[in-house]
């Protein structure tokens, strides 16, 4: 038994399912391997509904549950934001088909990713030309308007060879 602040005694939530078949909110998300805050936020964001609420206040959840996280789980990993998979959940539910729109987002979102990633290997290749250059740097303590010679020799994106050292600053002492 857990000790609560007020030193009442809290008996822990049951580990195995209800007569009925249900599951605590707990045992949901240790079945669906989420975290109870997770879950928690799911059912404030109208992701998921209890089956039943027990008397004691207990949201309970029948196996339907658990196939609605991995949903969730699945349409995130494909990039679909809370809102989005809620509006495809509740098309389900109004007997709508939800699959034309998804296709549809990723259809538009697919060239954006693309275009992110263009941009993000440009920049790991930036990033790595400079890492080699700056191998053969020594150190310096800035000196003037200086700040760090290493960025501040970099070429700028217009005209790569537009960038030279023009500082003053002094070599580190070794």
Not at 74 to 101: N, T, V, Y
Request: aromatic fraction near 6%; glycine fraction near 4%; charged fraction near 30%.
């Amino acid at each position: 038994m857990k000790r609560m602040h007020s030193g009442l005694k809290v008996s822990p939530a049951p580990r195995r399912p209800t007569e009925a078949g249900l599951l605590t909110l707990s045992q949901l998300a240790d079945a669906a391997d989420e975290t109870v805050h997770a879950v928690r936020y799911y059912l404030r964001e109208g992701l998921l509904v209890p089956s039943q609420v027990a008397a004691n206040g207990y949201r309970l959840f029948d196996r339907s549950a658990h196939a609605r996280l991995r949903f969730v789980r699945r349409a995130q990993r494909l990039g679909f934001s809370l809102s989005e998979i809620r509006s495809f959940i509740h098309d389900a539910h109004r007997g709508q088909a939800p699959c034309p729109r998804v296709r549809q987002i990723l259809d538009a979102r697919l060239p954006l990713i693309g275009q992110q990633l263009t941009e993000m290997m440009q920049m790991f290749e930036r990033m790595s030309r400079a890492t080699r250059r700056w191998r053969r740097h020594q150190d310096q303590v800035p000196s003037g308007d200086d700040v760090c010679r290493l960025i501040e020799t970099e070429p700028d994106e217009a005209s790569p060879a537009a960038a030279r050292p023009r500082s003053r600053a002094k070599p580190l002492a070794k």
